[in-house]
């Protein structure tokens, strides 16, 4: 049987930008204080089985806003999860590259998995941007490493272990918000947060099994209670940018959604009355002038 893709939605006016902008805004806001319950003491792989828990209200939601429509055809199914399981899947295997590698590497490799879903949509969704878009996405790309920038540490690191670790969720991330575009042609945004949050669901055994339970965990208001209300502006976040990938391209939202660290890095330096550096406040700069381009 063939299967005849329908057109890809036309951009509508501003919507896509209100909800990219929105998705960074939360984003920004999540990155800031995540830290806050592992630095409590409530590890980070309990922290992905919050999230994920956070993403059933959202899930919801979305459901009743579509009237409780759920798309549930095999290639609905297998595109939904397939968004899902690469997104929650990457977060998964980066924890192990952070505990076999060096922090300060990993991150600005992954920082750059925007530019893979350019590529891709480009390549196999024909998207065009103007000259001016295309000027805010090349300068995405230095911001995003800049941004991620961490002073190296006397960690050493475990062998090559943790480079492909790392490449492998640069991959997964790239790949899922081409899929999560791709899927937007024939599916309502609604369906496919769904099945982001069963796979994201799933998968939460494996993230209890990554956790060391020897040690104290702060199941407190500081510290999983703390995480809940932290990890539900990362689910509003993705469903959000399942809408802005409905509405806009993927060429434009991936890589300013991907500029969160901006907000974050302010909103860092509010709380503990520091002075960036030159390196941040570089990718600062790039990053909002990236943004102001890529916001035509």
């Not at 090559?160 to 790239?174: D, E, K, N, Q, R």
Request: hydrophobic share 55%; with cysteine.
């Amino acid at each position: 049987m063939t299967v005849t893709l329908t057109e890809p939605r036309p951009v509508q006016g501003r919507k896509w930008l209100a909800y990219a902008v929105l998705t960074t805004v939360l984003w920004g806001v999540w990155g800031a204080f995540i830290e806050v319950p592992e630095k409590a003491g409530f590890p980070a792989t309990l922290g992905y089985a919050v999230w994920a828990l956070t993403t059933i209200p959202c899930a919801l939601f979305g459901l009743r806003i579509a009237g409780w429509s759920l798309e549930h055809d095999r290639r609905s199914v297998l595109l939904g999860c397939g968004v899902g399981f690469l997104g929650a899947g990457g977060q998964l295997i980066l924890f192990e590259a952070l505990r076999l590698g060096p922090a300060y590497l990993i991150f600005p490799v992954i920082s750059l998995y925007p530019m893979l879903t350019v590529l891709l949509s480009v390549i196999l969704l024909k998207e065009r941007g103007s000259r001016r878009t295309w000027v805010g996405i090349i300068l995405a790309a230095p911001a995003l490493v800049l941004l991620s920038y961490q002073p190296p540490s006397s960690t050493g690191a475990a062998g090559a272990h943790w480079l492909i670790l790392c490449l492998l969720v640069f991959a997964m991330w790239g790949v899922q918000a081409y899929l999560m575009k791709f899927a937007n042609q024939t599916m309502r945004a609604e369906s496919i947060f769904f099945y982001m949050s069963a796979t994201g669901l799933l998968l939460i055994p494996i993230a209890l099994a990554m956790t060391t339970f020897s040690k104290a965990i702060n199941w407190g208001w500081t510290g999983a209670w703390s995480a809940a209300g932290i990890q539900i502006l990362n689910s509003i976040g993705a469903l959000c940018l399942v809408y802005s990938m409905r509405y806009g391209k993927a060429i434009i939202v991936a890589p300013m959604t991907a500029m969160a660290p901006v907000l974050t890095i302010i909103i860092s330096l509010a709380m503990y009355h520091t002075v960036p550096g030159a390196v941040l406040v570089t990718g600062m700069v790039l990053a909002s002038i990236s943004i102001y381009l890529m916001a035509e």
